[in-house]
C-alpha cells in the first residue's frame, strides 16, 4: 500500500556536523510533507512543511529538500547540536486527505 | 500559553474497564486528531475531527469511540480496552484543514495507557 517510511532508523553523527536524515514517500498525488521532532517523554514539535510546488526551503538551522522525481524527502540540520537529539518524523496529507499519515521516525544521536 | 492537554498523562487499567482519556486546547483550532504510537509502528491515526460534531475514523479507528460536542475539546473512548490497546496516546489540534490539507499540527504531552 500508499506509505510514508524513512530510510534508516538510527542516525548518529558528531557535534557541529550537519545531519541529513531522509524519507521516502510512494504517494505519487503526495503534495504537502511535514517535518516532526519528537524529543524523549515529549509530544511531537512541528519543524519545518513544504509544498509539493516547491523543491526547497530553509527554516532555522533546518532546511527541508523535495524531490518529487524520485518521491524523495530529505531534513539537513545544519551544525548539529546536542538538543538535536531526538526521534524525527516526516508526515504526508496523501494526496490532499485529511489525513496526516507519518513515517516511522528515525533516532538522531549527536555525540559531543 | 497556546497547549494541548490531555488526562490522564498516565494510566494502568484493567481489561473491560471502560476509561475516557480526556484531550482540550486552547488555540480554538478547528482540527483535532487522535494517535497512537507504538515501538516499529510509529504514529497511527485513531479518530480525527475536522470540526463540531464532524468526526471521522483513522487507520486504526478500532475499539475506539470520540466525540465533539464542543471545539475545544475532543475526549477518546475505550468502551472495552483490550491488552492490545496498550500504547502512547497522542492528542493533536490545528488551526484549520485548508482545502483538505491540514496545516501545522499541536501535540499533547501523550498518555501512556496499560491494559492488563
Known amino acids: 500500500g500508499e506509505s510514508v517510511g524513512l530510510h534508516l532508523p538510527t542516525l548518529s553523527v558528531q557535534e557541529g556536523d550537519n545531519s541529513i536524515i531522509n524519507c521516502a514517500y510512494s504517494?505519487?498525488?503526495?503534495?504537502?510533507f511535514i517535518w516532526y521532532k519528537q524529543e524523549s517523554g515529549k509530544g511531537p514539535q512541528f519543524i519545518i512543511d513544504i509544498r509539493s510546488n516547491m523543491d526547497k526551503r530553509q527554516g532555522q538551522r533546518v532546511t527541508v529538500l523535495l524531490n518529487k522525481t524520485v518521491k524523495h524527502l530529505s531534513l539537513q540540520i545544519a551544525a548539529t547540536q546536542p538538543g538535536d537529539s531526538a526521534v524525527y518524523f516526516c508526515?504526508?496529507?496523501?494526496?490532499?486527505?485529511?489525513?496526516?499519515?507519518f513515517g516511522k521516525g528515525t533516532k538522531l544521536t549527536v555525540n559531543p | 500559553e497556546a497547549q494541548v492537554t490531555q488526562n490522564p498523562r498516565y494510566l494502568i487499567t484493567v481489561t473491560g474497564k471502560k476509561l475516557t482519556v480526556t484531550c482540550s486546547q486552547n488555540m480554538n483550532h478547528e482540527y483535532m486528531s487522535w494517535y497512537r504510537q507504538d515501538p516499529g509502528l510509529g504514529l497511527r491515526q485513531i479518530y480525527y475531527?475536522?470540526?463540531?460534531?464532524?468526526?471521522d475514523k483513522g487507520d486504526v479507528p478500532e475499539g475506539y469511540k470520540v466525540s465533539r460536542k464542543e471545539k475545544r475539546n475532543f475526549p477518546l473512548i475505550l468502551e472495552s480496552p483490550s491488552p492490545n490497546q496498550t500504547s502512547l496516546y497522542f492528542c493533536a489540534s490545528s488551526l484549520s484543514a485548508d482545502r483538505g490539507i491540514i496545516g501545522e499540527l499541536f501535540f499533547g504531552e501523550g498518555s501512556r495507557l496499560t491494559v492488563l
Open positions: 504517494n505519487s498525488a503526495s503534495d504537502y
Open positions: 475531527s475536522m470540526n463540531v460534531e464532524v468526526t
Open positions: 508526515a504526508d496529507t496523501q494526496g490532499g486527505s485529511e489525513k496526516l499519515v
